[in-house]
């Protein structure tokens, strides 16, 4: 059982590249977001999404888009890559679109610098 | 808005001794979850406990319990008998119980060190 699998798990990008972060789980979880974590900072949410064709904004929704296609996939794109959004990204799921005492699962993270 | 605020930057316990890490949070709501993740020098977040704003008794797993005072909208984590591989960041986190916003609102974390 892979849970919830994120990739890459390193990048570096020049300021003003686009690239997506891949985000996938195998568990029939409705619910997906993304989190960034900054130093100092905890996680503060991008995006999230409650089903597949549903997303909605987060805390730090600037810079990024996502897309909902398939309840498995939830990738998250960065148009123009600023070094602001150098970062440790983090996706998570947990099943069912209503909050729960069910804990998020979390990816192993992406650490994304951009120079 | 709910904020969550974790007072303690850093601690540090001797083995098998005991620690708390304090975690406070602001919220209008009378439903709520409350969970306390880790996060080693690996980087994964991994669920160590979690509590339901409705239930009074404090929630416990093996060496870790919480101290959930919902009038204070207070929620620590005891750690028992601390062992070295306890030693990580430590985030508490608040979820809202009603709509569909089942986010996570995380506070800034307190990172743990155990002595040897």
Redesign the interface.
């Known amino acids: 059982n892979a849970g919830v699998t994120q990739t890459p798990k390193f990048q570096v990008l020049k300021t003003g590249q686009s690239m997506t972060l891949q985000c996938a789980q195998d568990m029939n979880h409705e619910y997906m977001s993304w989190y960034r974590q900054d130093p100092g900072m905890g996680l503060r949410l991008i995006h999230y999404s409650v089903g597949a064709g549903i997303t909605d904004q987060g805390e730090v929704p600037n810079g990024y888009n996502v897309s909902r296609s398939t309840t498995e996939d939830f990738p998250l794109r960065l148009l123009s890559a600023a070094p602001s959004q150098t970062s440790v990204y983090f996706c998570a799921s947990s099943p069912g679109a209503a909050p729960s005492n069910q804990p998020q699962h979390f990816g192993d993270g992406t650490r994304l610098s951009i120079l | 808005a709910q904020t ?1 605020t ?1 007072s303690q ?1 850093e601690m540090s316990v001797q083995e098998a001794e005991t620690v708390t890490l304090s975690c406070t949070y602001d919220t209008s709501e009378s439903d709520y ?1 409350l ?1 306390w993740y880790k996060q080693p020098p ?4 991994i ?1 160590v406990i ?1 509590q ?1 704003a409705y239930k009074q008794q404090n929630a416990t797993e093996n060496r870790f319990s919480v101290n959930f005072q919902k009038a204070a909208k207070s929620f620590s984590l005891k750690i028992s008998d601390s062992q070295l591989g306890d030693a990580a960041m430590y ?1 508490c ?1 608040y ?15 307190t990172k743990l060190s155990v002595k040897p």
């Open positions: 969550v974790q930057p979850y969970f690996s980087r994964q977040m669920l979690r339901e985030f986190a979820r809202t119980h009603g709509g569909s916003q089942g986010n996570l609102i995380f506070g800034k974390g």
